[in-house]
């Protein structure tokens, strides 16, 4: 759990939810809108109240037997029990259980609200956080101080650095006390020994970025498909782009020195560069896609594509960033392609506009 400008946010254990998932049984899935500043929460109580007893009719009219119905709810209204809870909420709920697992989720996304009681956990809902597009790290990075943020569309919060270096100073010496001089009686200064003062400068500021990418490999590792910006002058972009692997680094930087420039602005700059670029590779995502589908190595089909992710053989699944379907029995084969295809280790992305339900390639 942590708190933010979101509110409070909990992780999700997606791993848990897909284990939980594959098991057999009934599974019930609640959204419930929120208030990040918890004002609504009565209202978000009474609509949870009325949802789980929804749920519990659903159970009940599928011939799920009361003590199982009652095994399934009551750890969801037992969890959110404590009015302290309902006054640190996020941007929406969610609450799902069956196949041994009760798990309720403050998550940084507006939901819809709705109950869900089927074969799958209907995660549809949660699919573009899942894939971390609604989420980005900003990197300010200027020689007198480096700063590190997590950012969502409508707020940004600072990360401690770890082992990234704050400053330039902290992982090389002034470029003067590196460069051994000698008076040449004319009021100047002759350097020798590591070619001129500005080869030097720019070998310790290469090893000041290199050590920067280092650090950025370091604390981000674990989150490695979430977009990071950079905030830099415009010759440390060629360099930092050159030494740092992080895969899913920006082409595009805010420019200019960041070292005073407010979190809101690196966050509204962020965000258009990442709105901007992701628009483009949407649609060349899509089209890639359907030449794939055309050649018959992938479907636009629901329920072929459930049937395929089932059998470990989806690549990449494309589903609409809404998350959202009309037809209850699409909604239920993508939740359970959507499950299966990062159970089987393939890709989720999520377009603006796909254009179809669903679109699906196949491995091999």
């Not at 790290?137 to 770890?162: C, F, H, T």
């Not at 010759?235 to 930092?240: I, Q, R, S, T």
Request: with cysteine; hydrophobic share 40%.
């Amino acid at each position: 759990m942590s708190t933010t400008s979101q509110g409070t946010v909990d992780q999700l254990g997606l791993s848990d939810i897909l284990t939980a998932g594959a098991e057999a049984g009934p599974k019930v899935s609640v959204y419930v809108p929120t208030d990040p500043t918890g004002a609504d929460g009565d209202i978000a109580r009474r609509t949870l109240d009325a949802s789980l007893k929804d749920a519990e009719k659903q159970l009940l009219a599928a011939d799920v037997p009361p003590a199982d119905v009652d095994a399934l709810l009551s750890p969801l209204r037992e969890s959110v029990a404590d009015p302290l809870f309902w006054r640190e909420q996020s941007r929406g709920l969610a609450l799902f259980a069956g196949g041994g697992l009760h798990r309720v989720v403050r998550v940084p996304v507006e939901v819809t609200g709705s109950v869900t009681v089927g074969p799958v956990f209907h995660l549809l809902p949660l699919a573009a956080d899942i894939e971390g597009f609604g989420r980005c790290y900003i990197l300010a990075l200027a020689d007198n101080g480096v700063r590190l943020y997590e950012s969502a569309r409508n707020s940004i919060r600072e990360l401690p650095l770890g082992s990234i270096p704050a400053r330039l100073d902290d992982v090389v010496e002034a470029p003067d006390h590196q460069l051994q001089g000698r008076s040449t009686g004319q009021d100047t200064v002759a350097f020798h020994g590591h070619g001129g003062p500005g080869d030097d400068a720019g070998a310790l500021t290469e090893e000041f970025l290199r050590k920067v990418a280092d650090g950025v490999e370091k604390e981000l590792g674990t989150a490695r498909s979430m977009p990071l910006v950079l905030a830099c002058v415009a010759e440390h972009l060629p360099v930092f782009r050159r030494v740092c692997s992080y895969p899913a680094l920006v082409d595009e930087a805010i420019p200019g020195n960041p070292e005073h420039t407010d979190p809101g602005e690196l966050r509204s700059a962020a965000w258009a560069i990442i709105t901007r670029q992701r628009d483009a590779r949407d649609a060349r995502a899509r089209e890639n896609a359907l030449t794939e589908v055309h050649r018959g190595r992938g479907t636009t089909d629901p329920a072929e594509a459930a049937v395929v992710a089932g059998e470990g053989r989806v690549d990449t699944l494309l589903v609409p960033r809404d998350g959202s379907s009309d037809d209850g029995v699409v909604t239920t084969a993508l939740d359970r392609a959507l499950a299966d295809t990062l159970r089987h280790g393939g890709q989720l992305r999520t377009l603006a506009d796909t254009g179809e339900d669903v679109i699906a390639t196949f491995r091999g």
